[in-house]
């Protein structure tokens, strides 16, 4: 079953605009991660942010989170043709699985 | 350093035939492994996990197994393959339960 699911399912923006991604999940967690996907890629973990957590940084990644809102966002500052991949968030519950939601596309126009 | 393999990179087989995918990890012990498959512009849905030798739990019923012969090794299989296990495949490891996972390249299998 899907737990997060991002939004938008896809964002076209020009190189150095900021990108912004959602992600809404249903049940309490331990944390929330977000991963990276080059086309045809495995994933790269980018930021785990924990349940205590509010907001984390890394480099031009910012991540919040909103427990009573049960959603997060991904900030990209200052986009690059490179950061052109698809993201996806993951919830990790009580039973410590993570559980995927479907992604956002993005495509940084150079 | 840590690093994951996966074998093949690709793979075409026809229907009914049997698959075999491995996975294996460098650079750690008792890792927490894990299988993915990934449909066509989608997220990842969990197939497999395991937290120790021979510990395998399945998370969806369907056409694969996985078993774990060694501590950092896991393989996926199918005796009969259908069309719809074609996919990306993905195997990941993490030190904990409640940690990073960390995935291997991927396998693409069509099944014709």
């Known amino acids: 079953s899907q737990q997060g699911e991002e939004d938008p399912q896809a964002l076209s923006i020009q190189e150095g605009e900021n990108a912004t991604m959602n992600c809404s999940y249903k049940?309490?967690?331990?944390?929330l991660q977000w991963y990276r996907q080059n086309s045809g890629r495995g994933l790269v973990h980018l930021i785990l942010i924990r349940s205590n957590e509010r907001e984390k940084h890394s480099g031009r990644l910012r991540v919040t989170l909103d427990t009573s809102k049960k959603s997060s966002s991904l900030l990209i500052t200052a986009s690059r043709a490179a950061d052109t991949a698809s993201y996806f968030c993951?919830?990790?519950?009580?039973?410590?699985?993570?559980?995927f939601g479907s992604g956002t596309r993005l495509l940084v126009r150079p | 350093s840590q690093t994951i393999h996966q074998w093949p990179a690709t793979l075409v087989q026809p229907v009914g035939s049997p698959l075999s995918l491995e996975c294996t990890v460098e650079?750690?012990?008792?890792?927490?492994l894990y299988w993915y498959r990934q449909a066509a512009g989608r997220g990842l849905q969990l197939l497999f996990y395991s937290v120790g030798i021979g510990q395998i739990s399945s998370e969806v019923p369907q056409n694969l197994s996985a078993s774990r012969p060694q501590d950092r090794q896991f393989i996926l299989s199918s005796k009969k393959l259908l069309l719809s296990d074609s996919g990306f495949y993905l195997c990941?490891?993490?030190?904990?339960?409640?940690?990073?996972?960390?995935f291997g390249p991927g396998t693409r299998l069509t099944v014709l």
């Open positions: 650079g750690t012990s008792n890792p927490n």
């Open positions: 990941a490891w993490s030190p904990r339960l409640t940690d990073t996972q960390y």
């Open positions: 993951a919830t990790e519950d009580s039973s410590y699985k993570l559980i």
């Open positions: 049940t309490s967690i331990n944390n």
